[in-house]
T-cell receptor
Framework: AQKVTQAQTEISVVEKEDVTLDCVYETRDTTYYLFWYKQPPSGELVFLIRRNSFDEQNEISGRYSWNFQKSTSSFNFTITASQVVDSAVYFCALRSTTDSWGKLQFGAGTQVVVTP | DVKVTQSSRYLVKRTGEKVFLECVQDMDHENMFWYRQDPGLGLRLIYF???????EKGDIPEGYSVSREKKERFSLILESASTNQTSMYLC??????????????FGPGTRLTVL
């Protein structure tokens, strides 16, 4: 069975601090995809990144960076120099390629609160 | 840009009522999904559809049904709403690309309250 664990329920930081969100996953598949989504107060989930299991290079996009460690089954997300607009719930998700319909398994989400 | 819209942002219904939640996507995606989101549980898949008139149960289909008569529209139906169906409902769609590669795009959600 697949499982995604986001152990941090809520993280509060002051603006300009860095914040790292943890994501640990479980799967028996050798090929899979990992995702991060952001859900601002408006409610809509916004896609941030997709990473396949064969690509362990870390990725940076502006103030966002992702650290994929296959050896520890983790796909952590860091926001550098946080801003108030980063306040949202962030979800990590796993998709198996053996599931022909590509269902996503979501973690419980981490609420990030950035105060000025 | 992919656009997924949901018919209502907020909905209040009474126990026993029949409830329809509508979702429309404008990118000719084959796959459409309905999730419910509850605090501490993340998103859980209710039903999904991979083609017109085709549907598959997700992880928590009990108490729900779906309809997909047109490619762009996917409806979630609560035949007899109950208070434990009070939740945020999110619709998503994806292009049916090579297995595992397609990304799901989400609508703004419908917050349903059943009294």
């Amino acid at each position: 069975a697949q499982k995604v664990t986001q152990a941090q329920t809520e993280i509060s930081v002051v603006e300009k601090e860095d914040v790292t969100l943890d994501c640990v996953y479980e799967t028996r598949d050798t090929t899979y995809y990992l995702f991060w989504y952001k859900q601002p107060p408006s409610g809509e989930l916004v896609f941030l990144i997709r990473r396949n299991s064969f690509d362990e290079q870390n990725e940076i996009s502006g103030r966002y960076s992702w650290n994929f460690q296959k050896s520890t089954s983790s796909f952590n997300f860091t926001i550098t120099a946080s801003q108030v607009v980063d306040s949202a719930v962030y979800f990590c998700a796993l998709r198996s390629t053996t599931d022909s319909w590509g269902k996503l398994q979501f973690g419980a989400g981490t609420q990030v609160v950035v105060t000025p | 840009d992919v656009k997924v819209t949901q018919s209502s942002r907020y909905l209040v219904k009474r126990t026993g009522e029949k409830v329809f939640l509508e979702c429309v996507q404008d990118m000719d995606h084959e796959n459409m999904f309905w999730y419910r989101q509850d605090p501490g549980l993340g998103l859980r898949l209710i039903y999904f559809s991979y083609d017109v008139k085709m549907k598959e149960k997700g992880d928590i289909p009990e108490g729900y049904s779906v309809s997909r008569e047109k490619k762009e529209r996917f409806s979630l139906i609560l035949e007899s709403a109950s208070t434990n169906q009070t939740s945020m409902y999110l619709c998503a769609s994806s292009l049916n690309q090579e297995r595992g590669t397609d990304t799901q795009y989400f609508g703004p959600g419908t917050r349903l309250t059943v009294l």
